[in-house]
């Protein structure tokens, strides 16, 4: 061009610095730099000075900078070019201070401008600033534009303000799926998992076509469900009809999930589905076969095949295969991985030196492992807490105190290193060691209220170790407990000789452990009643055993426990059997259970009505219609199911679909808003607890009128605000007013309590305190 006399303008000089930018040529950039100078370009069009910043910030921000303050000519997008930069090297300050210059400057923003600010406040973690421009957003009419809408939908959520981001969304009436993934993202990092849930079903029930990202999100919080195995399998299967199963990014996240639940099946099947298969594919394959008793040496195969693909191994494959070797017979295989980290010169940083590690005292080789510790020269507390842990799995307790003692010489432990070392004190029964680590803690100020994990460690350590009075001491102090900590408590109960439960403890023990769906902790304390205190277990106890394990899923062994008891089964273990299969919907067993039991019962109408209402679950109507002319027959009635509330020492009673209440118009105005705004919030009708043949439309007026309802609303009318509002039911709540129940609670702030026939519902904020197990 040059040679034909034509001189470059403007719009030559930009696209030569893309070019140059492309291929990283510094060089030839500063040259078309000179260039520019050199002719005055640089002062003539706006689009040259960003050409440039977008050039040399592929390289140093510094010199972009540099660029930027000499540009005679700025416009916005030259500014949301330099905020860029900044954004892309992590100086979040840095882009909101030269937003707040621009502004200074009189530089009108655009779309873009906002965008990036909001970004950089979610980055800086300010959901101050964050509102500030959300304010400015309005103003410059920019909020009609989904994708700063998004964004600050996000950046509320990263900055701890959900419930701001639940705000903007619901304000929002015109939602793309890309919103909706944001929302459901935000209840995700929050843990609000069971809101997440709710939201993807309202997506769906409102036509919105859920995508790969959707998937992706859902799919991270199936390990965290009940039924999150059952859960990610319909995701899976729903990418399959969606034609998203060759989707690289979708197959990963369904890999990790499968291969979280320890399903090495599935996760190979997706594995194999995956077109393009990435690097991150392939390792968490490999970490699945690797983790998997059975498949270990598939671990292996996998890391062969995938050295003769396209994709390279890194750093993250080699730790996934070394999960692999977890014994002496697998020392040569480790040692081989070890050589092709040398030979290939991959990067050892301090996770793949702390898993060569780990490999070699696995697999009995503690010299080597204590050398490759000793001269690695970038150990950080991820080490230190490796090599402690490593040790106490291995038996190797009084080895990891001593080399606990020689790292709080070298560096600052954390809560997860006295977690570590106390576990040893646990397995030794150490209670002076013990003692000092605690007493270690408190010096370092480490907040037992806010570290769950680490004060359910001293309470495990002081229970072990006998001393029930401290581990009681910190278990009262608890501001919160979760499941672990209850664990830890009734565990030490049993360990401690001088405490002598008798039978009533252990039924209130078994009842506790039913309610929350502690099996394994259940059948432990059955099992120390019987061999360590001697106490010969009476109906009840048998009773607790057989709810507990039909409650918890395992029918078939609850059935062969019943059938072994060495006393016969008397109506209240057949019934506990029998509501197992209701919650399962097992109807085979169910009636071969109800045969047992009505013949022991067969006036009490309940046997009749739970049976029946299994029957109607599954929709065998002509089954609930024999049921009910046997109860006709024999003369038999359920009783009405009834919800009280007392206010001021007045008791006021409802049953379903009552109108008899003086306040009965108020107290259906009240439910019919409070049905309305719920619906907003994620709340849906659950129909399958309408027991009746009938119409959804006339089974969506039974379930509006539930007693339940009715006394929550009358609650809400006449409990002065802020008040719980404490119920009472004859029977067991039903689901769907359970799930009505923690939206009401989320929606006004206020606690709901109700008693039940078989248990307390304390509802605060959208949660329940039996985390939906009753």
């Known amino acids: 061009m040059r ?32 260039y520019c100078l050199r002719n005055g370009l640089l002062y003539l069009d706006p689009r040259v000075g960003t050409a440039l910043l977008g050039f040399y910030l592929r390289f140093d921000v510094r010199i972009a900078c540099a660029v930027f303050e000499t540009m005679g000519l700025r416009n916005a997008v030259s500014w949301n070019a330099m905020i860029t930069g900044y954004l892309d090297v992590g100086k979040c300050k840095k882009a909101l201070e030269l937003f707040s210059q621009m502004l200074i400057d009189g530089i009108r923003c655009d779309n873009v401008t906002i965008l990036l600010v909001i970004q950089a406040c979610a980055e800086f973690g ?24 998004n964004s600050l939908v996000n950046m509320y959520s990263k900055t701890g303000s959900l419930r701001s981001s639940c705000d903007l969304f619901g304000s929002i009436s015109t939602r793309d799926v890309a919103l909706w993934n944001s929302m459901i993202s935000a209840y995700v990092e929050s843990g609000f998992i069971e809101d997440a849930m709710s939201l993807f079903a309202e997506m769906r029930f409102e036509g919105i076509k859920a995508d790969e990202r959707t998937i992706a999100i859902i799919s991270r919080v199936c390990e965290d469900l009940p039924n999150g195995l059952l859960n990610c399998r319909s995701l899976h299967g729903y990418g399959i009809k969606s034609g998203m199963e060759r989707n690289k990014h979708l197959g990963n996240a369904l890999l990790s999930v499968y291969a979280a639940q320890s399903c090495v099946k599935d996760a190979k099947k997706v594995f194999h589905e995956i077109g ?21 040496g598939q671990a292996c195969e996998i890391f062969g095949k995938m050295r003769e693909s396209d994709t390279k191994p890194n750093s993250h494959t080699i730790i996934s295969v070394l999960a692999a070797c977890e014994a002496e017979a697998f020392l040569i295989i480790g040692r081989s991985f070890h050589g092709y980290v040398i030979k290939h010169n991959l990067e050892i940083d301090p996770s793949l030196n702390s898993a060569l590690t780990e490999m070699y005292m696995n697999c009995g080789d503690e010299a080597t492992a204590r050398n490759l510790f000793e001269r690695y020269g970038d150990k950080d507390l991820i080490s230190w807490n490796s090599l402690i842990s490593n040790y ?49 803690t408190v010096r370092r100020e480490f907040s037992m209220g806010f570290d769950l ?35 830890a408590l009734i565990s030490g109960y049993d360990v401690r000789r001088c405490f002598k439960p008798n039978s009533i403890t252990f039924i209130s023990a078994l009842s506790a452990c039913s309610h929350c769906g502690l099996i394994e902790k259940g059948l432990q304390l059955f099992t120390s009643m019987v061999q360590e205190f001697y106490i010969t277990p009476d109906l009840v106890h048998y009773a607790c055993v057989a709810d507990l394990l039909s409650h918890g899923g395992s029918l078939g062994e609850a059935m062969k426990f019943v059938e072994l008891m060495p006393i016969a089964p008397d109506a209240s273990v057949w019934r506990a059997l029998l509501g197992g299969c209701r919650v399962y919907s097992e109807t085979k067993l169910a009636r071969r259970i109800s045969e047992k039991l009505l013949e022991l019962e067969p006036t009490n109408p309940g046997n009749y009505i739970l049976l029946s209402n299994i029957y109607a679950a599954a929709d065998l109507w002509s089954e609930v219609n024999k049921l009910r002319a046997v109860l006709e027959e024999k003369g038999l009635k359920k009783p009405p199911g009834k919800s009280w509330i007392v206010i001021r020492g007045d008791i006021h009673c409802f049953k379903a679909g009552d109108k008899s209440h003086a306040q009965s118009d108020v107290i259906y105005a009240k439910l019919s808003s409070l049905m309305s705004s719920v619906k907003e919030g994620g709340y849906i009708h659950d129909l399958r607890w309408v027991l009746h043949d009938e119409e959804d439309e006339e089974k969506m007026k039974r379930l509006f009128s539930h ?60 949660v329940c305190s039996c985390k939906d197990y009753w």
Request: with cysteine.
């Open 126 to 149: 300010s959901p101050k600033l964050g509102m500030q421009v959300h304010q400015m957003a309005i103003k410059l009419d920019f909020c009609k534009d989904l994708y700063i809408v």
């Open 453 to 487: 994990s680490l004060a359910n460690s001293l309470i495990t350590m002081y229970a072990r170790c006998g001393n029930m009075q401290y581990a009681e001491k910190i278990f009262k102090t608890l501001s919160r407990k979760n499941i672990v900590s209850w664990n």
């Open 276 to 296: 393009d298969a990435d690097v991150i594919s392939w390792n968490t394959l490999i970490l699945a076969l690797a983790h998997s008793y059975e498949s270990k």
């Open 392 to 440: 106490i799995r291995n038996d190797k307790a009084h080895e990891a105190l001593l080399f606990f003692q020689q790292m709080i010489s070298e560096m600052e432990p954390n809560p997860v290193s006295v977690i570590n070392v106390l576990s040893s004190c646990t397995h030794l029964a150490n209670l002076p060691q013990g003692l000092c680590l605690h007493a270690y």
């Open 3 to 34: 040679e034909e006399s034509f001189e470059a303008n403007s719009v030559t000089v930009v696209a030569l610095l893309l070019a140059c930018g492309e291929l990283l040529d510094l060089r030839t950039g500063k040259e078309v730099h000179g």
């Open 707 to 766: 007693s339940e309802k009715l006394a929550i609303a009358y609650g809400l009318i006449n409990v002065s605000s802020g008040a719980p509002i404490s119920i009472t039911k004859n029977l067991r709540i039903c689901g769907d007013c359970h799930e009505f129940s923690k939206h009401v609670s989320k929606l006004v702030q206020r606690e709901i309590v109700l008693r039940d026939r078989s248990r307390f519902h304390r509802f605060v904020n959208g």
